[in-house]
């Protein structure tokens, strides 16, 4: 969907490394999320964000953080990375009715 | 644990032929939604479904929602190789603050 980019598409990284993911929006909304994606495990919820001064913790935010700079940006870091977060990382907005999430095209990330 | 498990896991049909797809969940929902996602994308909504509400059309596709046994089936009627793609349920859980929890999947092959 071209009103929510990600950047980079692609990233291979090394252990300890520290990354971040960047996610832009242009249809408006106030919230936006991460999530990511395991084969066989469909999308888990990292953090989400219903405005600019609000973050939460999702499901599995640990070794993650957020940075919401504006309505339209949304940043995922990985402090320190390690393996096992090699996966295909997804954002996605909504409005506040929150009944549809539009998603971005997604980041594969690779941590060798 | 997943919130929603899709069943099947993986199914096979002839172009032509209808696709059935079941999400079973744990705990009560506002609403149940219905994605598509194509190798590698991001996800499409294809189809939300209040929790007062037992039957939705769109297109070809038509979802059911049964609270009773907290399951809902995806029917798409006269597939088409395009269809060919991962079909996943969210739940809108009540109390949830509007997050989605996605369930694993279901893998749709159409065979032309």
């Known amino acids: 969907d071209a009103d929510v980019t990600q950047t980079p598409r692609n990233r291979i990284t090394k252990t300890g490394k520290r990354i971040m993911l960047e996610c832009s929006q242009t249809k408006g909304h106030d919230r936006m999320y991460w999530y990511r994606q395991d084969p066989g495990l469909g999308l888990r919820l990292i953090y989400y964000s219903f405005d600019v001064k609000d973050i939460n913790k999702g499901e599995i935010s640990d070794g993650y953080s957020v940075s919401r700079q504006a309505q339209a940006k949304f940043s995922l870091s990985l402090e320190s990375a390690i393996p096992n977060q090699t996966a295909l990382y997804f954002c996605?907005?909504?409005?506040?009715?929150?009944?549809?999430?539009?998603f971005g095209p997604g980041t594969r990330l690779t941590v060798l | 644990s997943q919130q929603g498990e899709e069943d099947p896991q993986a199914l096979s049909i002839q172009e032509g032929e209808n696709a059935t797809m079941n999400c079973s969940y744990k705990t009560s929902i506002n609403n149940l939604q219905w994605y598509r996602q194509n190798s590698g994308r991001g996800l499409v909504h294809l189809i939300l479904i209040r929790s007062n509400e037992r039957e939705k059309h769109s297109g070809r596709l038509r979802v059911t929602l049964d609270t009773s046994k907290k399951s809902s089936s995806l029917l798409i009627t006269a597939s088409r190789a395009a269809d060919t793609a991962s079909y996943f349920c969210a739940t809108d859980l009540s109390g949830s603050a509007r997050q989605l929890t996605f369930g694993s999947g279901t893998q749709l092959t159409v065979l032309p």
């Open positions: 996605a907005t909504s409005d506040t009715s929150g009944n549809e999430q539009f």
